[in-house]
């Protein structure tokens, strides 16, 4: 009889505490607490690396590689989150990155001050889903108000393309370069932008080579293609004046069969009958392509054998042909889309019709390494080359992101032709207009909207803090400043004051703006409506 009391005793207490847990309000607090100081770690963790006096960071990997960057994107990409509320923080950057490829700093700092606001918010007894809410109309309000207080542009205005991405040049590494960068970057992209094209610019038209050696003002733009392998033959010819170009996809070298296989041969007469086969073999594929007229052969990446073999690079040699072998795979597309030509897949199709005329291919020295350049090209596609120098591998790197930056920046401005004024003054104009138009909400919009609108200071706050001015005056003169209609008064880094930035050049593109707004106020809003985390791990 005891046995039977106790279990149903325990029953209801289980339910009980069952019905506890339910009631239980404290973990949702808890768990929404905990993600917020997560992503807020994050978020103050590359705090430092934003604006122009921002701080590098430097990055060693469990391999030993050394990465030095200021890219919010690289450093939150390489950085060992475990934390899911933190992950989030990283893909918001990565998204950033996706979308307009600049502002992936500051759309992370934006979204560790809104964490702020709502816990805040959360404090006074706001329910999350009325923050989340009222954090949506915000950022449309926000975006409003961006659209207003920017200025359109058209493409021809190359002056107007460089300052912008001279702007996101000057947080880099590279910053001191930006004068002859930006206007490299403004060319690329102009020079693969169909002109009748509404929207986006395929950045895979453009390849940035990487040479160590040099210092990065010898950073060239080619009109044309280049390789970072060299010829391969050793007397074949370094310079070719009218080439005729062919790009195959077959092996010169003799055939083997799919298996693994050991041929033994016991005499002498069958070994010469077969080194004869192969060089038979051999000298009728270099015929015909003597036969076409082909002058610089670029042959692709083989698996399996040789492309060349050491034979056919000899008669190669022989007839005059410049030889560029091993081009990866996942190269022939630009390849093609340059030269305007098709891969020949078989010796059948090699005739004169298949080949590409160019004025030049050469083989050029750059610092301890060679690679061979092709210009001149006949009917050339939209593609262009970019070969970034360094004097070390780590300068190299940071090269090429922020020109990978520049060049994103001119992609937004191609895809929404409008710019804005950098150096926080876009962040303190929405923060006025929001905390004015808070005035006229009621109930919970209200408070909402002000802490939405105070959030958004972080970004002038940072600048200023990161250039080793005091913050709080900063941004209480530039506040002012915007009070009195000033809508282009920014924090002048340079000079540690407050000026009309658009007059000195420090602009950035709308979508850069936009697109930080919404997507940090999408994943703010992501982290607020989480009240629990479930593990699946067994």
Known sequence: MSNTESTSSGDSSKNAKSGLAYKDKSKPADIRLSNINAAKAVSDAIRTSLGPRGMDKMIQASNGEVTITNDGATILK??????????????????????????TTSVV?????????????????????????????????????????????????????????????????????????????????????????????????????????????????????????????????????????????????????????????????????VLKEERAYILNIVKQIKKSGCNVLLVQKSILRDAVSDLAQHFLDKIKVMVVKDIEREDIEFVCKTLKCRPIASLDHFVAESLVNADLVEEVASGSTKFVKVTGIQNMGQTVSIVVRGSNKLVLEEADRSLHDALCVIRCLVKKRALIAGGG??????????????????????????????????????????????????????????????????????????????????????????????????????????????????
């Open 78 to 103: 390489q950085m060992n989150v475990i934390h899911p509320a933190a992950k989030m923080l990283v893909e918001l950057s990565r998204a950033q990155d996706v979308e307009a490829g600049d502002g």
């Open 109 to 273: 700092v934006v979204a560790g001050a809104l964490l702020e606001a709502v816990e805040k918010l959360l404090q006074m007894g706001i329910h999350p889903t009325a923050i989340s809410e009222a954090f949506q109309r915000c950022s449309a309000k926000a975006v409003d108000i961006l659209t207003e207080m920017s200025r359109p542009i058209e493409l021809n205005d190359r002056e107007s393309l460089v300052k912008s991405a001279s702007t996101s040049l000057n947080s880099k590494v590279v910053s001191q370069h930006s004068s002859m960068l930006a206007p490299l970057a403004v060319d690329a992209v102009l020079k693969v932008t169909e002109p009748n094209a509404q929207g986006s610019v395929d950045l895979k038209n453009i390849k940035i080579i990487r040479s160590l050696g040099g210092t990065i003002e010898d950073t060239e733009l080619i009109d044309g293609l280049v390789f970072t392998q060299r010829s391969s033959g050793v007397n074949g010819p370094k310079r070719v004046e009218k080439a005729k170009i062919g790009l195959i996809q077959f092996c010169i070298s003799a055939p083997k069969t799919d298996m693994d296989h050991s041929v033994i041969v016991s005499d002498y007469a069958a070994m010469d009958r």
């Open 425 to 538: 003054a876009p962040e303190i104009e929405m923060a006025l207009q929001l905390a004015a138009y808070a005035q006229t909400q009621q109930g919970v919009d209200a408070y909402c909207f002000r802490a939405f609108a105070n959030a958004l200071e972080v970004i002038p706050s940072t600048l200023a803090e990161n250039a080793g001015l005091n913050p709080i005056a900063t941004v209480t003169e530039l506040r002012n400043r915007h009070a009195q209609g000033e809508k282009n008064a920014g924090i002048n880094v340079r000079k540690g004051a407050i000026t009309d930035i658009l007059a000195e050049n420090v602009v950035q593109p709308l979508l850069v703006s936009i697109s930080s707004i919404t997507l940090a106020s999408e994943t703010v809003r992501s982290i607020l409506k989480i009240d629990d985390i479930i593990n699946t791990m067994q």
